[in-house]
């Protein structure tokens, strides 16, 4: 009788730690051989550490027999757009299981982002395997974002997630009737805690994330309390995604600091993207001195949550990172948004996989500019989260109607009896004109988005009236 081998695919060191978390609650039953394939899908995976390089990966690597590198399998290619050629599979299959000693092994796979490569190109190369997906985030939330094959999507059997948002359902692989299946909170919370660097280092850590600023921020920046704890201010380098400019993104980045800053916290901690320019934290630590506040970079390679462990901040501040929700459900901290709206206005197109992050995090999380909102604000429960349902679907349909073309129904109530102000920010007119959705133009004028003369006599009245004012 053949053994059994589980292939498990991880491109972040939060998605191996969820790995890990699911095999310590045993939501994976017992196999012949466990292997913890890497995959570093940075632009230049050349010069960026990968998962195995993580500090606490080796925490994580005791629940594996093996760890493999699917950058080295398929070298020269890189990760995000390989694919094995439908006529190679067998060829590619073979290769990979003498590389990886798999002989005639069964094989089973759990993977994350299916849509896409690497996880889409796993599955293709071992044809007939059983997969399962586990969600990285909170984009799990959100629809499908691309048309999986069949022949891929019925093979998928769960989809594991953590509890970011209590009470709401997550989307993606609906299409397949894929069952989703909760990763106990306790179980990643104990990954976590294996994660955070040796007590040895606790010290250092706490210095460099607590207290000490540059020497040019030094002189003018109030002393903190000895017992103060710091504002954590995250950075997503949203300008690397498309979605704000360079200049946009400091800009936020300094509102950040302001408003921590106006809640009166004057002992801030900056995390930065690992990617993100270094000039970026220079001015943040020249802004917060200005405001009389002392700001520190805690610009070594960890988790946030490893962060969250070891800091206890008082205030974590971002934009729509998956870490606010991890720091309010699972640490009780107190979080806060900026600029939701900016984004979700600029964001496209509508069907970008980052808008249902984004609409989640606008939604349930408080302005940092609204004091008492911040203040006041808890982590909502399971009613509040079910209450988004039908926000949810809306979003959803309206962004992928060919993939979830059942969620309309829901949609269509949704959006006759919620449209508001408040809630027209997560639609676009056009988009639900297109799809003959309620808040579309009316019947009458609805040709005006698909009539090119029309848009070219706009675009000439709009470029008179601008050189009129000049």
Same mark, same amino acid.
């Given at each position: ?15 191996? #730690? ?199 921020? #030094? ?125 979700? #206005? ?64 829901? #949609? ?59």
């Amino acid at each position: 009788m053949p053994r059994t081998t589980r292939i498990f695919c991880a491109s972040t060191l939060y998605g191996a #730690a969820t790995l890990a978390a699911a095999l310590d609650a045993g939501l994976f039953s017992p196999v012949d051989r466990q292997l913890l394939l890497i995959t570093n899908n940075s632009a230049t995976p050349e010069t960026t550490p990968s998962v195995d390089a993580m500090p606490g990966f080796a925490a994580v690597r005791d629940r594996f027999d093996e760890v493999l590198s699917w950058n080295e399998t398929i070298s020269p290619f890189h990760p995000g757009g390989w694919a094995p050629r439908a006529d190679d599979v067998p060829m590619w299959e073979r290769y990979v299981r003498l590389l990886w000693n798999l002989g005639d092994d069964e094989v089973q796979l759990a993977v994350e982002s299916v849509q896409v490569n690497p996880a889409l190109a796993l599955c293709q190369l071992f044809t007939g395997a059983p997969v399962d997906v586990y969600a990285d985030g909170l984009i799990s939330y959100g629809p499908t974002r691309d048309k999986i094959d069949p022949l891929v999507g019925t093979r998928i059997g769960r989809l594991l997630h953590l509890d970011l948002v209590p009470g709401l359902t997550p989307l993606l692989l609906t299409e397949f009737d894929v069952r989703p299946e909760l990763v106990p909170a306790e179980a990643f919370l104990k990954v976590l805690g294996e994660l955070a660097e040796p007590e040895s280092e606790l010290a250092e850590f706490t210095r460099a994330s607590g207290a000490l600023g540059s020497a040019g921020s #030094a002189g003018s920046a109030v002393p903190p309390a000895a017992d103060e704890r710091p504002a954590l201010l995250l950075g997503q380098y949203l300008s690397a995604l498309g979605i704000l400019t360079d200049a946009e993104e400091e800009g936020l980045h300094l509102r950040m600091v302001g408003g921590a800053v106006a809640l009166g916290h004057r002992t801030l901690v900056f995390k930065p993207h690992p990617t993100a320019p270094a000039r970026w934290s220079r001015l943040l630590e020249d802004r917060a001195a200005e405001l009389g506040a002392r700001l520190s970079v805690l610009d070594r390679p960890v988790l946030a949550e490893v962060a969250f462990q070891r800091m206890r901040p008082a205030l974590v501040v971002g934009c729509f990172s998956t870490a606010l929700f991890t720091a309010a459900g699972f640490y009780g901290i107190p979080v806060a948004r900026v600029g939701t709206d900016t984004l979700l #206005a600029r964001l496209t197109p509508y069907q970008n996989s980052n808008r249902v992050p984004l609409t989640l995090a606008d939604a349930l999380l408080p302005d940092l500019a609204d004091r008492a909102a911040v203040e006041a604000w808890s982590m909502p429960g399971a009613e509040q989260g079910a209450a988004l349902a039908g926000l949810l679907a809306a979003v959803g349909f309206a962004m992928q109607p060919k993939i979830h073309p059942q969620l309309r129904g829901a #949609a269509e109530e949704y959006l006759s009896r919620h449209l508001s102000p408040r809630t027209w920010r997560y639609f676009k007119r056009r988009r639900l004109t297109s799809l003959a959705l309620p808040g579309a133009l009316p019947a009458q004028l609805s040709f005006i988005p698909r009539n090119a003369t029309v848009r070219r006599l706009a675009r000439r009245a709009r470029a008179l009236s601008r050189a009129a004012k000049r």
